[in-house]
Nanobody
Framework: QVHLVESGGGLVQPGGSLRLSCVVS????????LGWFRRAPGKEREEVAC???????FYLDSMKDRFTISRNNAENTMYLQMNNLRPEDTADYYC????????????????????WGRGTQVTVSS
């Protein structure tokens, strides 16, 4: 059985940083595209970032200079380093995994990821 468990969320002031982690069990992480989505209160789910097995990365434009996605296959863990956080980054963040590598269009499509975590809450507020 596959499980994705996020951690690292919390309350942070604007301009601060957080590092989210996603520990994956039940699959061989080397073979999977991994990503993050988020849902802010009252808003649609939104793509955040994706990293393919080969290491190529995709980001939503508004996050490109602030967020960094990475993976440690040996530890079955994925990370999202978030810097210079803004109040509009407040959301529940979900990690995702899928066996099919993503391209510049497909990484944004939630339905193309087979596995989802339950989310971790990030609140950016003073």
């Amino acid at each position: 059985q596959v499980h994705l468990v996020e951690s690292g969320g919390g309350l942070v002031q604007p301009g601060g940083s957080l590092r989210l982690s996603c520990v994956v069990s039940g699959l061989r992480l080397d073979d999977y595209a991994l990503g993050w989505f988020r849902r802010a209160p009252g808003k649609e789910r939104e793509e955040v970032a994706c990293i393919n097995p080969g290491g190529d990365r995709f980001y939503l434009d508004s996050m490109k200079d602030r967020f960094t996605i990475s993976r440690n296959n040996a530890e079955n863990t994925m990370y999202l380093q978030m810097n210079n956080l803004r109040p509009e980054d407040t959301a529940d963040y979900y990690c995702v995994a899928d066996i099919v590598p993503k391209d510049d269009g497909s990484w944004k499509v939630p339905a193309l990821y087979d596995y989802w975590g339950r989310g971790t809450q990030v609140t950016v507020s003073s």
